[in-house]
């Protein structure tokens, strides 16, 4: 009996090998599903409280930048081709969820110039960890690519005088204060170089 079950695997190994990548892929696919990879969050306040916790960033595509400080993204879930095959999450096309640049005040040139620059450009956003219910619009960190490295978007508007740095109000979590340091660092530099709304 013994000796059967073992030739039997012998002339379908390749088979007994698929077989189980198959089952080590639903394994991979169910993780995926219970952790929220595929999901399509359309707003903040879907976002689970633990993405903010772990500072897990997102990644997203930019409909929009407005005056106020608003840059409206479109959520790009991970695994997003696999999402759209198995239809789980929302998939529906050009649907943004507005969030504020944390710590930076633009002016007019600014937001127009960051408008031209980022429209429908991939960028990473990490929510602050703040009173979501009570912040219709919530703080985030920004990064974009550059040179192969994530940099932070929020630091790079200020340092070239796009806009002011202010105090993050309402906000908790690891690194808030870095960020905030940071961001007043950028606008010394910018004053110090006459750079945008500091030139002379």
């Known amino acids: 009996m013994l000796n059967k079950a073992t030739e039997f695997l012998d002339e379908h190994l ?26 399509k969050f359309s707003s903040a306040s879907e976002i689970p409280n633990h993405f903010v916790e772990k500072r897990i960033k997102l990644r997203g595509r930019v409909r929009d ?79 974009v690519r550059k040179m192969g490295f994530l940099r932070n978007l929020n630091v790079e508007v200020v340092k070239l005088g796009l806009g002011l740095a202010e105090r993050i109000a309402d906000c908790d979590g690891r690194g808030l204060r870095k960020l905030q340091r940071n961001l007043f660092r950028a606008q010394k530099y910018a004053a110090k170089k006459n750079r945008g709304i500091w030139m002379d």
């Open 65 to 143: 930048v407005r005056l106020d400080n608003i840059i409206v993204v479109e959520h790009l879930p991970s695994f997003g081709r696999l999402n759209s095959i198995v239809k789980f999450g929302r998939t529906e096309p050009g649907v943004g969820m507005p969030v504020s640049l944390a710590g930076v005040r633009l002016n007019t040139p600014g937001c127009v110039s960051l408008k031209n620059k980022l429209h429908s450009s991939i960028v990473w956003f990490e929510l602050l960890s703040c009173q979501r219910p009570m912040v219709p619009n919530p703080p985030a960190v920004f990064y």
């Open 14 to 39: 390749r088979i007994v090998t698929k077989l189980g990548y198959i089952i080590a892929g639903i394994g991979v696919f169910s993780v995926a599903r219970r952790s929220r990879l595929l999901t």
